[in-house]
């Protein structure tokens, strides 16, 4: 009889461990993919960015070019 619970114990013990085991891979895979995820977004929001940045650029060259423009017509 103590050897059948013994063995349902170390039974029981295992099925615990390998389920830890499974919630503990899942968790680790969830956190790759969303680290992945972030590198993602934050390459994308400094594609962004720099195409912010690029487009006000142009935007100010173009308005130093009309002022001298203006300044050079008065």
């Known amino acids: 009889m103590l050897k059948n619970v013994k063995q349902s114990l170390e039974k029981s ?26 590198e993602l977004e934050r390459h994308q929001s400094l594609d962004y960015l720099e195409n912010l940045v690029n487009n006000q650029n142009i935007i100010l060259n173009k308005l130093r070019s009309y002022s001298q423009n203006l300044i050079d017509h008065i």
């Open 13 to 38: 013990r295992e099925e615990n461990l390998d389920a830890i085991i499974a919630m503990l891979n899942q968790c680790e895979q969830d956190y790759r993919t969303s680290i992945e995820n972030l």
